[in-house]
């Protein structure tokens, strides 16, 4: 059963910072790009970050430049999300998700993506 695993979110004053973790079982991770999506409350899921299947290269959305890092450990099977300098709108549900490598690496359409973890809460407020 091909499974993501999302953790390390929860409570942030703004300015603080957090890191996620995207875990995959029953798949080879390396054999797939993956993106971070984010979705608050009222509004549509959208892209936060993606990365290759090698880390090779990384993508980020205009909103979270030079505050969001995304890695990646092949051997652990594990992509990492270290958020830094966390805002109020950064508030919302995470997931992660995975596409095939012989895909384009990155794409903002949810449904472009498969298969999902089950999201982890960050919520920024003082």
């Known amino acids: 059963q091909l499974q993501l695993v999302e953790s390390g979110g929860g409570l942030v004053q703004p300015g603080g910072s957090l890191r996620l973790s995207c875990t995959a079982s029953?798949?080879?991770?390396?054999?797939?790009?993956i993106g971070w999506f984010r979705q608050a409350p009222g509004k549509e899921r959208e892209g936060v970050s993606c990365i290759s299947s090698s880390g090779s290269r990384t993508n980020y959305a205009d909103s979270v430049k030079g505050r969001f890092a995304i890695s990646r450990d092949n051997d652990k099977n594990t992509v990492y999300l270290q958020m830094n300098n966390l805002k109020p709108e950064d508030t919302g549900i995470y997931y992660c998700a995975a596409r095939g490598n012989w895909r384009s690496y990155c794409s903002s359409t949810p449904s472009d993506y498969a298969p999902w973890g089950q999201g982890t809460q960050v919520t920024v407020s003082s």
């Open positions: 029953g798949f080879a991770l390396a054999d797939y790009h």
